[in-house]
């Protein structure tokens, strides 16, 4: 029978592909989120396959916890496996700072630059992260709530002497670290109406890439938990410990005491368009050394606090601000842009 009103044609034909009717932009984070409709067995039969950018689908629909988005926790927040997302803001700044380190140097005997370079305490920072989801439902598998997964990461930190013309503009320092990390869901209340949402574990390395005397690197094993707090707060732990390496190989010995054995980072979105972070790493020891960094990130585009793309500013102090830096101490504040998880 044919149907005159063009608005009931509409809702027959969503009905008969499955189509979810509109119910209004998705909230940010500290916003009050629409109620999501009901799934009906056509609907979820009907949920768009990611593409390799998952970008647009229905597994980031920002109505799920910011936690479940990002490590894709629940059923309608996982996104699929071998598909891009970011991991580290995708970044390039402008930096400015106190001092720069014009020769690296050792606690290993040959680990120490020959002579000094003539390095601009201004340069430009370039940051690149990404990670893919290689496995998922390894010990939740048939559970109807949450997913856990196993992800591997690769992020890349360079240091740009952008205007020592007179060095012909190098790349002062350029740190390689892949990652491989297990997440697990979690649901359990804690005190101030936090709750922690997820726990796992991790293996990283950590390299300049630089063959000797520069060469520095290192191994480790890490703990992590997160948290969250009305999705307006969001906190993370890391523990770590360095795996052992032989002496005569060991281009870094001490370097748990510069880059520090554990962090903690507390997120604010302060509203849809305004974020503060805070990162402390330290030795965990006393007299142990380590590093604070503060953030300050500003949504771009039409005001609605829905684009990705950020102003990004970053104020950082002590030691290794990068792994040639890890017992070198120095104040750094740069200004750029980045772009947040995708």
Same mark, same amino acid.
């Given at each position: 029978?044919?149907?005159?009103?063009?608005? $009931?044609?509409?809702?027959?034909?969503?009905?008969?592909?499955?189509? $979810?009717?509109?119910? !209004?932009? @998705?909230?940010?984070?500290?916003?009050? @989120?629409?109620?999501?409709? @009901?799934?009906?067995?056509?609907? &979820? $039969? &009907?949920?768009?396959?990611?593409?390799?950018? *998952?970008?647009?689908?229905?597994?980031?629909?920002?109505?799920?916890?910011?936690?479940?988005?990002? =490590?894709?926790?629940?059923?309608?927040?996982?996104?699929?496996?071998?598909?891009?997302?970011?991991?580290? /803001?995708?970044?390039?700044?402008?930096?400015? *700072?106190?001092?720069?380190?014009?020769?690296?140097?050792?606690?290993?005997? +040959?680990? +120490?630059?020959?002579?000094?370079?003539?390095?601009?305490?201004?340069?430009?920072?370039?940051?690149?992260?990404?990670?893919?989801?290689?496995?998922?439902?390894?010990?939740?598998?048939?559970?109807?709530?949450?997913?856990?997964?196993?992800?591997?990461?690769?992020?890349?930190?360079?240091?740009?002497?952008?205007?020592?013309?007179?060095?012909?503009?190098?790349?002062? &320092?350029?740190?390689?670290?892949?990652?491989?990390?297990?997440?697990?869901?979690?649901?359990?209340?804690?005190? +101030?109406? =936090?709750?922690?949402?997820?726990?796992?574990?991790?293996?990283?390395?950590?390299?300049?890439?630089?063959?000797?005397?520069?060469?520095?690197?290192?191994?480790?094993?890490?703990?992590?938990?997160?948290?969250?707090?009305?999705?307006? =707060?969001?906190?993370t732990t890391r523990l770590w410990q360095?795996? /052992?390496?032989?002496?005569?190989?060991?281009?870094?010995?001490?370097?748990?005491?510069?880059?520090?054995?554990?962090?903690?980072?507390?997120?604010?979105?302060?509203?849809?368009?305004?974020?503060?972070?805070?990162?402390?790493?330290?030795?965990?020891?006393?007299?142990?050394?380590?590093?604070?960094?503060?953030? =300050?990130?500003?949504?771009?585009? *039409?005001?609605?606090?829905?684009?990705?793309?950020?102003l990004h500013t970053q104020l950082f102090?002590?030691? !290794?601000?990068?792994?040639?830096?890890?017992?070198?101490?120095?104040?750094?504040?740069?200004?750029?842009?980045?772009?947040?998880?995708?």
């Amino acid at each position: 029978m044919a149907v005159a009103d063009d608005g $009931q044609r509409l809702a027959c034909y969503d009905r008969l592909v499955g189509r $979810q009717p509109a119910v !209004g932009a @998705a909230p940010g984070p500290g916003s009050v @989120a629409t109620e999501r409709p @009901a799934l009906d067995s056509s609907s &979820a $039969q &009907a949920k768009p396959e990611p593409g390799l950018f *998952s970008r647009d689908a229905a597994c980031r629909d920002r109505r799920s916890g910011a936690w479940s988005r990002f =490590w894709e926790l629940e059923p309608q927040t996982d996104c699929g496996t071998f598909r891009l997302r970011g991991y580290r /803001p995708l970044s390039v700044s402008l930096v400015q *700072s106190d001092r720069v380190n014009r020769a690296p140097s050792s606690q290993a005997a +040959g680990r +120490g630059a020959s002579r000094s370079a003539d390095y601009n305490n201004h340069e430009m920072r370039l940051q690149l992260s990404v990670r893919t989801k290689i496995a998922s439902g390894l010990l939740t598998h048939g559970d109807p709530a949450r997913v856990d997964s196993l992800w591997f990461a690769y992020s890349q930190q360079s240091y740009w002497q952008l205007f020592s013309d007179q060095l012909s503009r190098p790349f002062r &320092a350029t740190d390689h670290e892949p990652e491989l990390m297990y997440v697990h869901p979690l649901e359990l209340s804690l005190p +101030g109406s =936090w709750r922690l949402r997820y726990a796992g574990l991790g293996l990283v390395h950590q390299s300049n890439g630089q063959s000797l005397p520069l060469s520095r690197s290192w191994n480790r094993v890490y703990l992590m938990a997160g948290a969250d707090m009305n999705e307006r =707060w969001l906190l993370t732990t890391r523990l770590w410990q360095r795996l /052992p390496e032989r002496a005569e190989d060991d281009d870094n010995p001490g370097v748990s005491e510069g880059m520090g054995r554990g962090e903690m980072r507390l997120a604010w979105a302060v509203n849809r368009d305004h974020g503060l972070s805070l990162t402390v790493r330290h030795a965990l020891h006393t007299g142990g050394r380590g590093s604070v960094r503060l953030e =300050w990130f500003r949504a771009l585009g *039409s005001g609605t606090g829905q684009s990705d793309l950020r102003l990004h500013t970053q104020l950082f102090s002590g030691y !290794g601000d990068s792994l040639s830096d890890y017992n070198f101490r120095r104040t750094v504040l740069s200004v750029g842009l980045s772009l947040l998880d995708f």
